[in-house]
């Protein structure tokens, strides 16, 4: 048996690992758009606050040695870019067959068609290179604006913070975690967040474009920023699946063993939906990928989702755990 892999993150890792424990003899290939290994992307916006590189073993899911150990072949920068039958096609025109297809090609970062000046520096924070990118640019950095008021741009203001840069957040929402906080928590931890030096968070603040001086906001004000990083949210990355002809409501539909509704195809992490639910968080992706490989390989396992995954907050100083 063949298992191709579509995706390099954490739902793509724990597939692989699954359907090896399922599958001791079967082959096994992880086709990843990225040219590391899988990784814990939730540590990125840590990365940000000293430009130093990952460490070694609390960054990466696994050391190197795991994929040749466990006999998973990691097919780093071959992203697949099309489905046939029984094959797949990676970025350099190559063809893998495959028995079974899991895709989990993860999610993409939200970031509207605002009007922009030529030459502004847009940044958005879901990859390793993302990173990189960002890391390049912040020494001469004085100024940023983030838009987004979740957990991801609450982190990223407060690795900048760490390195003396200004920061605005802007939020839409009038509130922070509407639905999460009730609104006299909210506006208590957007008081706490305002106290903070050089950092302003402002809700009910939505962004009309982008001039060369910073963010224009809808009542036509400027915020001042070097650079603009979006942080609010992100939408399954979809598009394989859709050209395929695989059934795609907001993510790829899967039953509760993970399977698309196409035959041998399954879908894992935040490229999935299952029951009108998409999964944005870690372990979601986790569960979802243990689920995906064990059947893929042959097994016979069922997601069970969490009635509600909490959303945690640790930046800026807070320590929240929001059911």
Do not use: W
Request: aromatic share 6%; charged share 20%; with cysteine.
């Amino acid at each position: 048996m063949k298992i191709i892999i579509a995706g390099g993150g954490v739902a793509a890792h724990e597939a692989a690992v699954a359907a090896r424990n399922t599958a001791p003899d079967a082959e096994i290939i992880i086709c990843s758009g990225e040219n590391i290994r899988p990784y814990r992307r939730p540590a990125l916006s840590g990365l940000l606050k000293n430009g130093n590189p990952p460490d070694e073993k609390t960054f990466f899911i696994k050391p190197e040695s795991f994929y040749a150990d466990n006999r998973i072949t990691l097919r780093l920068n071959s992203p697949v870019e099309a489905i046939g039958e029984k094959f797949v096609v990676l970025s350099d025109g190559s063809r893998e067959s495959f028995d079974r297809l899991i895709i989990a090609t993860g999610g993409k970062a939200c970031v509207p068609q605002l009007p922009a000046a030529p030459g502004v520096l847009i940044f958005t924070l879901r990859e390793y290179m993302d990173l990189l990118k960002l890391q390049a640019f912040l020494p001469d950095c004085r100024q940023v604006a983030v838009i987004g008021g979740g957990v991801l741009a609450l982190e990223i203001a407060d690795s900048l913070l760490a390195r003396n840069i200004q920061v605005t957040v802007l939020e839409r929402a009038n509130s922070l975690f509407p639905g999460r906080l009730a609104p006299e928590d909210a506006a208590e931890l957007l008081n706490r967040l305002n106290r903070h030096e050089n950092l302003s968070v402002r809700c009910g603040e939505n962004a009309a474009g982008i001039g060369r001086a910073g963010v224009i906001t809808a009542s036509g004000e400027v915020v001042p920023a070097d650079a603009v990083i979006f942080a609010a949210g992100s939408a399954p990355r979809n598009i394989l699946a859709v050209e395929a002809g695989i059934a795609v409501n907001r993510g790829i539909l899967v039953d509760e063993k993970m399977r698309s509704s196409a035959a041998d195809i399954f879908a894992a992490g935040d490229v999935a939906e299952y029951a009108g639910n998409t999964f944005g968080l870690y372990l979601d992706a986790m569960n979802t990928g243990k689920i995906a490989g064990t059947n893929a390989a042959g097994g016979n396992a069922q997601f069970t989702p969490a009635a509600r995954t909490p959303v945690r907050l640790m930046a800026l100083g807070e320590k929240l755990v929001m059911p």
